[in-house]
Antibody, heavy 120, light 107 residues
Framework: QVQLVQSGAEVKEPGASVKVSCKAS????????MHWVRQAPGQGLEWVGIINPSGDTTSYAQKLQGRVTMTRDTSTSTLYMELSSLRSEDTAVYYCARENYLGSGSYLYWGQGTLVTVSS | EIVLTQSPGTLSLSPGERATLSCRASQSVRDNKLAWYQQKPGQAPRLLIHGASSRAAGIPDRFSGSGSGTDFTLTISRLEPEDFAVYYC????????FGQGTKLEIK
């Protein structure tokens, strides 16, 4: 069965960087687009970015441009999201998500979420 | 950017009743690329509907989606106790955006 298992919670100081991982199993990792979505405490869902199946094309939310980088390692079936110059407003649960089917844009499979807390 | 506005913000109903949730887009959602998700506290969202009206795998048939263009609706025909949660719409026609959510609470 498809599983997305994310790395554990992180606490970072303002200005630092964080790198969250998402290990996929149960399907052919290199066949699907992958996304990151975040959710601030008590708030709604916010799209962060997308990476294509081969990992050579990414697109990010405009408000995060220049601070976010998504990569994927096909050899370990692992997706990564790095966010730099952290601010308190980056405090959120970060989810990786796999599209329902190739190119669909909706997300059938989700990781369990990784809480990133930015605090001094 | 396509802005999605969900209404109402909170819906109070009893088990067995019918729930109607609305999602309005600031511009037309091409090819009805609209999805609905359910989220319970402490859990990741769950895909219910994609393509505005297609149920995702394993979703009970009491959940249905309809609409096109700028107006979309999620209907839950007879509420079960496990349906009380927050619901989000998402468009994936032009980049990706979510609505702010509708909380469905027990009356």
């Amino acid at each position: 069965q498809v599983q997305l298992v994310q790395s554990g919670a992180e606490v970072k100081e303002p200005g630092a960087s964080v790198k969250v991982s998402c290990k996929a199993s149960g399907y052919t990792f290199s066949s699907y687009y992958m996304h990151w979505v975040r959710q601030a405490p008590g708030q709604g869902l916010e799209w962060v970015g997308i990476i294509n199946p081969s990992g050579d094309t990414t697109s990010y939310a405009q408000k995060l441009q220049g601070r976010v980088t998504m990569t994927r390692d096909t050899s370990t079936s692992t997706l990564y999201m790095e966010l730099s110059s952290l601010r308190s407003e980056d405090t959120a649960v970060y989810y990786c998500a796999r599209e329902n089917y190739l190119g669909s844009g909706s997300y059938l499979y989700w990781g369990q979420g990784t809480l990133v807390t930015v605090s001094s | 950017e396509i802005v999605l506005t969900q209404s109402p913000g909170t819906l109070s109903l009893s088990p067995g009743e019918r729930a109607t949730l609305s999602c309005r887009a600031s511009q037309s959602v091409r090819d009805n690329k609209l999805a609905w998700y359910q989220q319970k506290p402490g859990q990741a969202p769950r895909l219910l509907i994609h393509g505005a009206s297609s149920r995702a795998a394993g979703i009970p048939d009491r959940f249905s989606g309809s609409g096109s263009g700028t107006d979309f609706t999620l209907t839950i025909s007879r509420l079960e106790p496990e349906d009380f949660a927050v619901y989000y719409c998402q468009q994936y026609a032009s980049s990706y955006t979510f609505g702010q959510g509708t909380k469905l609470e027990i009356k």
